[in-house]
């Protein structure tokens, strides 16, 4: 697959390397790793868009600093498959280069092979949560 960063071809692997039966599980062991908002935005959550695409409450923000971008995602608790996805991605996109997030190959997606285990609106969600990060780069890098 062309077009990913080193984290996210580690991230497919590690999908790649469980049985169906044990994706969820690991998608969950993804979710509980998802790093809290700075105080920047858990104090000022307005400053977060609302990724819409999700039936969970999904919240993000892209910052630009040099050529890194750092990317900040919220889900709750009470939503592990949503909150997974974000997981993910902020591994996969985090500290990459702008170019690297906009070239990123969105077939990343269904290659962690969970099509199958959650239903279709969960996986529009990551597309959503995925197309916003790549917009906000997009707007912020120009």
């Keep these: 697959m062309a077009n990913l960063t080193k984290q996210a071809q580690e991230v497919i692997d590690s999908f790649n390397d469980v049985p169906e039966s044990q994706k969820l599980e690991l998608l969950l062991e993804y979710a509980n790793a998802l790093p809290d908002l700075p105080a920047t935005y858990s104090e000022h959550p307005d400053l977060l868009e609302r990724v819409e695409e ?23 608790l009470e939503a592990p498959t949503t909150r997974g996805f974000a997981s993910v991605l902020q591994l996969a996109l985090d500290q990459q280069t702008p170019e690297d997030v906009l070239n990123f190959d ?12 959650v239903s279709p609106l969960r996986i529009r969600g990551m597309h959503g949560m995925l197309n916003r990060i790549k917009r906000q780069v997009r707007e912020k890098s120009s």
């Excluded at 999700?54 to 709750?76: D, K, M, R, W």
């Excluded at 969105?106 to 285990?117: E, I, N, P, R, W």
């Design 106 to 117: 969105d077939a990343f997606v269904s290659s962690l092979g969970l099509t199958s285990l």
């Design 54 to 76: 999700c039936q969970s409450p999904v919240y993000l923000f892209v910052e630009i600093h040099g050529n890194v971008v750092s990317i900040f995602l919220t889900a709750p």
